[in-house]
T-cell receptor, first 107, second 112 residues
């Protein structure tokens, strides 16, 4: 079993829909990261959080340390949100990655 | 700041050749990470440095891989000899003690 599990692996949505991507982990962590990778390949850090909730524009990330679970929400989704979203946990300074969720938002 | 800089962006080489990938971290960052991404295994940490010192190299696949960080502004990842199964995208990332990592654009390596 992977230490970091994401669901779903693939997600297709219509423009405007509310999207949720989930991440569960089984190890002790100091922080959890959400990353975005566009088809061109570049990786961008969206959030780093160790408790509670963070919001940036239409993106919201939450984490429940007791349940070892995090969610990434996208409100009013747009085709430009189409990308792979990767959850990663920070364990002692190094990142352990989930397998990614490929999101496609159709106009 | 220009962000994390990696070179080359693409590398095509023949099996058995030596390959050197280069990374310049963001100025002031004290941690540097090398990752590999493949379709089969996703993103994996190969090695990371703190203050130019290798801290964890448990992800380095075998002795053919080596990494150095001679100073705070430069690191190399070397594969010698290269094999087709080394074909992947190699990312370098840097961070400060706050743990948020900034990724370079990656080097796409193809070994034929």
């Amino acid at each position: 079993k992977n230490e970091v599990e994401q669901s779903p692996q693939n997600l297709t949505a219509q423009e405007g829909e509310f999207i949720t991507i989930n991440c569960s982990y089984s190890v002790g962590i100091s922080a959890l990261h959400w990353l975005q990778q566009h088809p061109g390949g570049g990786i961008v850090s969206l959030f780093m959080l160790s408790s509670g909730k963070k919001k940036h524009g239409r993106l919201i990330a939450t984490i429940n340390i007791q349940e070892k679970h995090s969610s990434l929400h996208i409100t009013a989704s747009h085709p430009r949100d189409s990308a792979v979203y990767i959850c990663a946990v920070n364990q002692g300074g190094k990142l352990i990655f989930g397998q990614g969720t490929e999101l496609s938002v159709k106009p | 700041d220009a962000g994390v800089i990696q070179s080359p962006r693409h590398e095509v080489t023949e099996m058995g050749q030596e390959v050197t990938l280069r990374c310049k971290p963001i100025s002031g960052h004290n941690s540097l990470f090398w990752y590999r991404q493949t379709m089969m295994r996703g993103l994996e940490l190969l090695i990371y440095f703190n203050n130019n010192v290798p801290i964890d190299d448990s992800g380095m696949p075998e002795d053919r891989f080596s990494a150095k960080m001679p100073n705070a502004s430069f690191s190399t990842l070397k594969i010698q000899p290269s094999e087709p199964r080394d074909s992947a995208v190699y990312f370098c990332a840097s961070s400060l003690v706050t743990y948020e990592q900034y990724f370079g654009p990656g080097t796409r390596l193809t070994v034929t």
